[in-house]
C-alpha cells in the first residue's frame, strides 16, 4: 500500500478441487473457482487480478461491508437519546459504512488447516468515531472452506459503547463463469413471501407479498424474466422466512444455477434479510483476465439486517452493546446438475 503495509491473499483449496482466494484488504472474497458439470473450473465471482483494480475508489467486488451495510437514510440515526451524524456517500443517505467503509481497510490475517477445513480469520478494530459511529468495534470474519462444498462465513464483534452494526459480504456472483456475459437466463429462486417495500431504496416498513409482483421467486425462474418490470433492475431486499424474526436459525435463503454449466449455488443464513442486486451500475470495469464487467453481468445476494434499521423499531434490531456479542453465520453451498 502507498503507506508500506503488506496485502496478502491467501488461497484456500479443498478435497473437492474448489479454490477461494481472500485478501485481508477488504477481507475479500478476491476469487471463488467451482467446478462445472464437466469438471471445468471458473471463478464464479467476478475478480481481479491486481490490488489496484481490487481497491480503486467504489469497488467492493467481495469485500465485507461495514460498519452498516445498505442503506441509512439521511446519514444520521439516534441511539440511547443521542443523535449520531454519519458520512453521506449516497446523495443524502449513508451507504455501505460510509465513504471508507470496512471493504477500504486493511485487516489482520490469521490462516489455519483442520482436518476437513482451510481457514483464514480477519480481524479489524473500527475506533470510535470512525465514519460518525459511536465505540471502539473489534470486528472478525472468518472465511472456511469445508470438504462438503461450503464457504462459511462466520461473523462476530464487541463494542466498548452502544453502537450499530450490519455486516455482509458483496460479491458478485456469475456461476456461467466470471466472464460470461450478463446473467439474466441464470435461475434464482427465493422462499420469500415478503420484500421490504423501499421506493427510493429506503423502507417505509412495510412488509410486502411478493405474489403477483416481480419479486416472487418463490418458484425458481431466470432472473431477467420479469427484470422488465422493474425498469431493467433489482436492488431490493428480502425477508428470509425464518418465522420469529427474532429467533433465528440458519436456513435456505437463496438458490441459484446456471443451466448452461450446471453450477448452483444455495446461500443459508441466519440474517433476516437477503439483498438482491443485478450489478446495476457496472460500465466498462476490467477485470481478471482482461475480462470487461457490464450491467447485469453478475448478480449479489447479500445476507444481512434490513436497510435503514436504525430508523424503523419495527425491524429486528442492529443496536450492539457492551458485554453482548455480534455472531452470524451464512453459508455459500455448491453443487452441480
Known amino acids: 500500500m502507498d503507506d508500506g503495509r503488506e496485502v496478502q491473499l491467501y488461497t484456500l483449496t479443498n478435497r473437492q478441487g474448489l479454490i477461494a482466494k481472500v485478501t485481508n484488504f477488504g477481507a475479500t472474497l478476491a476469487s471463488l473457482e467451482v467446478p462445472d458439470r464437466d469438471g471445468k473450473l471458473d471463478s464464479i465471482v467476478l475478480s481481479f487480478d491486481t490490488f489496484e483494480a481490487l481497491s480503486a475508489p467504489g469497488a467492493c ?3 465485507i461491508m461495514g460498519r452498516f451495510a445498505n442503506r441509512i437514510a439521511g446519514g444520521k440515526f439516534s441511539l440511547d437519546g443521542v443523535e449520531y451524524t454519519l458520512a453521506t456517500n449516497n446523495g443524502a443517505n449513508h451507504l455501505h459504512g460510509g465513504k471508507v467503509g470496512f471493504n477500504q481497510k486493511l485487516w489482520q490475517a490469521e490462516a489455519s488447516t483442520e482436518p476437513n477445513d482451510a481457514r483464514v480469520t480477519f480481524r479489524y478494530r473500527s475506533p470510535e468515531g470512525e465514519e460518525g459511529y459511536p465505540g471502539n ?5 472468518e472465511y472456511t472452506l469445508t470438504d462438503e462444498n461450503e464457504l462459511r462465513l462466520v461473523y462476530t464483534a464487541t463494542t466498548d459503547r452502544p453502537t450499530i452494526l450490519n455486516l455482509t459480504n458483496h460479491a458478485y456472483f456469475n456461476l456461467a463463469g466470471h466472464a460470461s456475459g450478463d446473467v439474466l437466463q441464470q435461475e434464482l429462486q427465493l422462499p420469500s413471501e415478503k420484500y421490504l417495500l423501499s421506493p427510493g431504496l429506503i423502507p417505509t416498513g412495510e412488509l410486502a407479498d411478493v405474489a403477483d409482483t ?6 425458481a425462474k431466470p432472473i431477467g424474466r420479469d427484470i422488465g418490470q422493474q425498469e431493467g433492475l433489482y436492488d431490493i431486499c428480502f425477508v428470509v422466512p425464518h418465522g420469529d424474526l427474532k429467533q433465528r436459525q440458519v436456513i435456505l435463503a437463496a438458490r441459484a444455477k446456471d443451466p448452461g454449466s450446471g453450477r448452483v449455488l444455495e446461500i443459508l443464513t441466519d440474517q433476516p434479510g437477503i439483498q438482491l442486486y443485478t450489478a446495476n451500475h457496472l460500465n466498462g470495469v476490467v477485470g481478471a483476465g ?5 450491467k447485469h453481468h453478475a448478480f449479489c445476494l447479500e445476507t444481512q439486517h434490513f436497510p435503514d434499521s436504525p430508523h424503523r ?7 450492539l ?3 453482548e456479542t455480534f455472531q452470524s453465520t451464512t453459508i455459500h ?3 452441480v446438475e
Not at 468495534?137 to 470474519?141: D, I, K, N
Not at 482482461?290 to 457490464?294: K, L, P, Q, R, S
Not at 423499531?313 to 443496536?319: D, L, R, W
Open 61 to 63: 467486488n467481495g469485500a
Open 290 to 294: 482482461g475480462a470487461v464487467y457490464e
Open 321 to 323: 452493546r457492551p458485554g
Open 333 to 335: 453451498r455448491f453443487l
Open 137 to 141: 468495534l473489534e470486528v472478525a470474519v
Open 313 to 319: 423499531p419495527e425491524f429486528p434490531s442492529v443496536e
Open 214 to 219: 416481480p419479486y416472487d421467486f418463490r418458484a
